[in-house]
């Protein structure tokens, strides 16, 4: 099966990369006999070996028969998209890692493979090396699934991991994230809580077989965490981690991505660095949890090429899987309840009116001069945005994963 590569930057690299280097393990396991004829990129890499492989002509790969499986790893929904939708067209199956991608054109792209014959497939969209797309459409396909949470994104979990074992300030952990190659240079995405938003909803209309808009997400990034937050947390026997969750409850999808203080007893809470971690529960199954790599050039190439690998066995007789076109209702995250953890000031007179307004809860002291901590009882996110309104004073906020 010859294949093409789109782009050859970190990703596309490390795709030539491992189908060179387990050719041999991919041939005897699979029977497929993997080569890349192209890839397509704008620049020149004179003195790679890849170099004579490198075209410049998107037409090249979309015009010769021999190609039959194209990796998608440019990023992006420009030229990326338009390419894809060409391919698929052309009866070529299509594989990526770009989550923006798939969550903004995911429903098409899947509609237009499906039309052609060849299959469109996206294991390392959302968890990087991590099985979990494929999990969900074959292992679990006799489940009725209700919920998804995870850490999805390897990046803000490296960052926070950094400044909790070395106590750091956001500023600093971000920038050892650059320079390990773990964070992009315009980290927003990442630190924003955009590509783990992307990723529960990619991941939710797969379980729940609605597409689920990413824009109708909820989503806070880990960009205002400070030390003094890990503090309170480690006073509490917690960390903090941002996760992405959604719950499918009488129709209608709750979906939020935020950062939460997760008990240091929590699975969750164990998940360290790049790692990234996914509870799935199921109607009969209940919890089951897949954890890995979720960043790294290495880890995300080997998920590109496992769909690579299965859509070549599958020529002809194309991968079904993805959602209806039909947008699932979602639940107003105005509704939901949990505890919250607020930072307040010290004074007297703060303090009762933080007793006032926000009922009984439980101090925290972390020895952090002029202000102290306290949990809430359970109150829902519009009550606790009144309440926090109605105060005026907090340093910031953090929920309680329950």
Sequence with gaps: MKAAVLGYGTVGSGVVHVIEENHDVILEKSGIDLEVKYVLDLRDFPGDPIQERIVHDFK???????????????????????????????????????KELVAQHGTELLDIARENHVSYMFEASCGGGIPIIRPLRTCLNAERIDEITGIVNGTTNYILTKMIEEDLEFSDALKEAQDMGYAERNPEADIEGHDACRKIAILSSLAYGKRVDYKDIYTEGISRITAADIRYAEK??????????????????????????????????AVKGVFNAIFVHGNMLGDAMFYGKGAGKDATASAVVSDLIEQAQTAGAPVMSGWSDEKQEMQDVKD??????????????????????FGSGQFVNADIEGETGLVTGILSEKDFADRLAEFGKAVSFIRIRD
């Design 336 to 357: 939901s309840c949990r505890q919250f953890f607020v930072r307040i000031p010290s004074d007297e007179e703060s303090l009762r009116q933080a007793a006032a307004v």
């Design 60 to 98: 090249v790969i979309e015009e010769d028969p021999e190609i039959g499986v194209v990796a998608e790893v440019m990023g992006g929904t420009g030229a990326a998209y338009e390419f894809t939708k060409r391919l698929l067209k052309a009866g070529k199956s299509v594989s990526t890692s770009n």
């Design 236 to 269: 509490m026997r917690k960390t903090i981690k941002l996760l992405a969750y959604s719950h499918l409850d009488d129709g209608k999808v709750l979906a939020m991505v935020a950062p939460y203080l997760v008990g240091q007893e929590d699975p969750l809470g």
